[in-house]
T-cell receptor
Framework: KAGVTQTPRYLIKTRGQQVTLSCSPISGHRSVSWYQQTPGQGLQFLFEYFSETQRNKGNFPGRFSGRQFSNSRSEMNVSTLELGDSALYLC?????????????FGPGTRLTVL | AQSVSQHNHHVILSEAASLELGCNYSYGGTVNLFWYVQYPGQHLQLLLKYFSGDPLVKGIKGFEAEFIKSKFSFNLRKPSVQWSDTAEYFCAASGSARQLTFGSGTQLTVLP
């Protein structure tokens, strides 16, 4: 099975712009979660989607949003970019909803905000 | 609040040395525990996981971890490390939701 794929892999934007990141989960996986990884804050949960609905949300401002499509693919959007949004954004997919579950991570999108 | 602590930020070992990385968690209710590894330039990969049952869990590449409920710990071990084990190791936990809470990570450097 192909793993989690994320596009683009690298992105450079300037302050004030907005950006959309894409994630395709492992085939058959229905849950997609997003995480932000920075040297200072480490790995932090952004949100999770299952059945096109946001199930959980982390402690991030409303500038961070996402959605999931009927084929389980997900997009994450960040509006009005700030320098502090520079990070590696990771997508993870898992097969089931509810109960113990394992998340499998993609390679990430490295976003640089200038 | 849910939290995961990794107290060793950087560990340096020689090849063939034994490894133990500490992980402590603070979670209410049922907890699921994971160790992930991030090799240089690669994405996060699952090493092992604990959901329930036998508290001694074996993972890939000779790694194992022991869940000690009384100590709120899930330490990672390997009897003999190799240069190729050089990587960053993350302990993570989840509860009833799939949201993972990660520790700050431990950078392991294995000297040849």
């Amino acid at each position: 099975k192909a793993g989690v794929t994320q596009t683009p892999r690298y992105l450079i934007k300037t302050r004030g712009q907005q950006v959309t990141l894409s994630c395709s989960p492992i085939s058959g996986h229905r849950s997609v979660s997003w995480y932000q990884q920075t040297p200072g804050q480490g790995l932090q949960f952004l949100f999770e989607y299952f059945s096109e609905t946001q199930r959980n949300k982390g402690n991030f401002p409303g500038r961070f949003s996402g959605r999931q499509f009927s084929n389980s693919r997900s997009e994450m959007n960040v509006s009005t970019l700030e320098l502090g949004d520079s990070a590696l954004y990771l997508c993870a997919s898992s097969p089931i909803a509810g109960g113990a579950d394992t998340q499998y991570f993609g390679p990430g999108t490295r976003l640089t905000v200038l | 609040a849910q939290s995961v602590s990794q107290h060793n930020h950087h560990v340096i070992l020689s090849e063939a040395a034994s490894l133990e990385l500490g992980c402590n968690y603070s979670y209410g209710g049922t907890v699921n525990l994971f160790w992930y590894v991030q090799y240089p330039g690669q994405h996060l990969q699952l090493l092992l996981k604990y959901f329930s049952g036998d508290p001694l869990v074996k993972g890939i590449k000779g790694f194992e971890a022991e869940f000690i409920k009384s100590k709120f710990s899930f330490n990672l071990r390997k009897p003999s490390v190799q240069w190729s084990d050089t990587a960053e190791y993350f302990c993570a936990a989840s509860g009833s939701a799939r949201q993972l809470t990660f520790g700050s990570g431990t950078q392991l450097t294995v000297l040849p």
